[in-house]
């Protein structure tokens, strides 16, 4: 079946610090991954994507993800992160047809 | 370019009554979604369209839920009779291309619907 995973419902980090969110997958077929980004009373907003190529794929407000096959998982990460990058992270996989298959979310508190 | 929109922002109603969502995708994405996100929760696809034709709803309540693309632009989707686990956030979506995997897709702001 195809799934994904984010096995942190809430982190909290310092202002500054570095920050990883950790999303593992399961499909039967080379996957297409997606991250996305939701602040509050906001739609979903695409942070980077993975389709084939590097593995180390660079994204818009200075976030990046590393796809790894043999621990099927696709994290997110940020060297420094700004009180501004509060919000609720979605990892998701291209599935059949097109749709998106997102797991159940990150939401990252920032700490001044 | 104007982005993904969608009305009305917010919604309260109560359970056993009826409630549309209207959608107008980018212009000149054929492909449009209707995701349900319920708190908590990542988004679930409910419906896809290509153009006006049916891709996916394999997720649809159809017993209560409805949705139509007519003429392959706006897209309107309805709950009637609504339940309090239809409380949610309803989100729509559209794309360029179409069924592949790896199209992007761009995200309205979405609606809050409050079912009591």
């Known amino acids: 079946a195809q799934s994904v995973t984010q096995p942190d419902i809430h982190i909290t980090v310092s202002e500054g610090a570095s920050l990883e969110l950790r999303c593992n997958y399961s499909?039967?077929?080379?996957?297409?991954l997606f991250w996305y980004v939701q602040s509050p009373g906001q739609g979903l907003q695409l942070l980077l994507k993975?389709?084939?190529?590097?593995?180390l794929v660079q994204g818009i407000k200075g976030f990046e993800a590393e796809f790894k096959r043999s621990q099927s998982s696709f994290n997110l990460r940020k060297p420094s992160v700004h009180w501004s990058d509060a919000a609720e992270y979605f990892c998701?996989?291209?599935?059949?047809?097109?749709?998106?298959?997102f797991g159940q979310g990150t939401e990252l508190s920032v700490k001044p | 370019e104007a982005g993904v929109a969608q009305s009305p922002r917010y919604k309260i109603i109560e359970k056993r009554q009826s409630v549309a969502f209207w959608c107008n995708p980018i212009?000149?994405?054929?492909?449009l979604y209707w995701y349900q996100q319920i708190l908590g929760q990542g988004p679930k696809l409910l419906i896809q369209?290509?153009?006006?034709?049916?891709?996916?709803d394999s997720q649809l309540p159809k017993d209560r839920f409805s949705a139509e693309r007519l003429k392959g632009v706006d897209s309107t989707l309805k709950i009637q009779p609504a339940k309090l686990e239809d409380s949610a956030v309803y989100l729509c979506?559209?794309?360029?291309?179409?069924?592949?995997?790896?199209?992007?897709?761009?995200f309205g702001p979405g609606t809050r619907l409050t079912v009591l």
């Open positions: 499909y039967g077929a080379t996957p297409y």
């Open positions: 369209f290509q153009n006006n034709g049916v891709v996916d």
């Open positions: 979506a559209s794309s360029f291309s179409g069924t592949e995997r790896h199209n992007e897709q761009f």
């Open positions: 998701a996989v291209g599935g059949q047809g097109g749709k998106l298959i």
């Open positions: 212009s000149g994405h054929a492909t």
């Open positions: 993975y389709f084939s190529g590097d593995t």
